[in-house]
């Protein structure tokens, strides 16, 4: 159990455990990455956080590695023509869906701060034929993107893995054109997340929860006077709870299976939208 309350830290744990996400295939949203003869298949959590079998059967064999905790393309009306920047686009998932919905006057920009994730994300897009399609590598803390030059922001379980979440949005406001939106997917919960968890890399670095209206009052301070939360899917409790890592953590700590149980039995994937006034 490594624990620290350092950014930098914090950054290179995500970095290295979704890297390993591309080099293992292992699902890595929850508190520990999914693997062993008793997780979810990605096929299934896709399903199971609102993908369908004809989007996941079109995209290129490689794109899909279970991330997500929802999916912000099918509630983000994108049309022809349109710029879609996505946040922690990972193998390019996302970027792909939308790709069909802009079309070839259209453009999608992915960034990831993992290396392994764009060269994934670029070989599938050469692979798929995506011309329209763009992948990035920086921090979405600090976008590599021009102002005022994005019509939709969307991302999927992303957010809640930054050291520092009031500047992400704050950087999407200023990549947003005015009447741009913003359509998230991620992780909110009832429940705050357990001391026992709080600080600890494994568990951090696997998108762990926010309290539902902190993180809508992150994006109103950020300028998104019009936050909102338009639908929630329950995240199946099991997905973390039958995770080995959990299982053997909760081995050694069974005082703390109520708390867990409680706490992931609280969470929720939310869909956010804004617009940038």
Do not use: W
Not at 91 to 98: H, K, M, N, V
Not at 102 to 107: H, Q
Request: with cysteine; aromatic share 4%; hydrophobic share 40%.
């Amino acid at each position: 159990m490594t624990t620290t309350d350092s950014g930098p830290r914090q950054r290179q744990a995500v970095r290295e455990r979704y890297a390993r996400a591309v080099t293992e295939r292992t699902a890595c949203c929850g508190p520990s990455c999914c693997g062993g003869e008793d997780a979810a298949t990605t096929q299934d959590i896709s399903k199971a956080i609102g993908y369908s079998d004809e989007e996941l059967g079109a995209l290129p064999e490689d794109a899909n590695l279970g991330l997500g905790c929802g999916n912000p393309t099918a509630i983000a009306s994108l049309g022809e023509g349109m710029t879609v920047l996505d946040l922690g686009s990972g193998a390019g998932i996302d970027c792909f869906l939308a790709s069909r919905q802009v079309g070839p006057t259209g453009k999608v920009i992915g960034v990831d701060m993992t290396p392994e994730m764009i060269e994934r994300a670029r070989a599938n897009a050469r692979s798929g034929g995506y011309d329209n399609v763009e992948f990035r590598l920086g921090e979405i803390e600090a976008l590599p993107v021009a102002d005022q030059s994005v019509d939709v922001v969307i991302s999927n379980c992303v957010l809640n893995l930054s050291t520092d979440k009031a500047r992400v949005l704050a950087d999407v406001h200023r990549v947003l054109r005015p009447g741009g939106r913003v359509v998230i997917s991620d992780m909110v919960a009832d429940l705050p997340v357990p001391s026992i968890l709080q600080g600890n890399l494994d568990a951090v670095s696997a998108c762990l929860p926010t309290l539902r209206e902190h993180y809508l009052g992150q994006f109103r301070e950020a300028g998104f006077g019009d936050a909102r939360i338009t639908e929630e899917k329950p995240y199946p409790a099991s997905y973390i709870l039958e995770d080995q890592a959990v299982r053997s953590f909760l081995a050694e700590h069974p005082a703390e299976a109520d708390a867990l149980t409680a706490f992931a039995g609280s969470i929720v994937g939310a869909h956010f939208e804004a617009t940038k006034a």
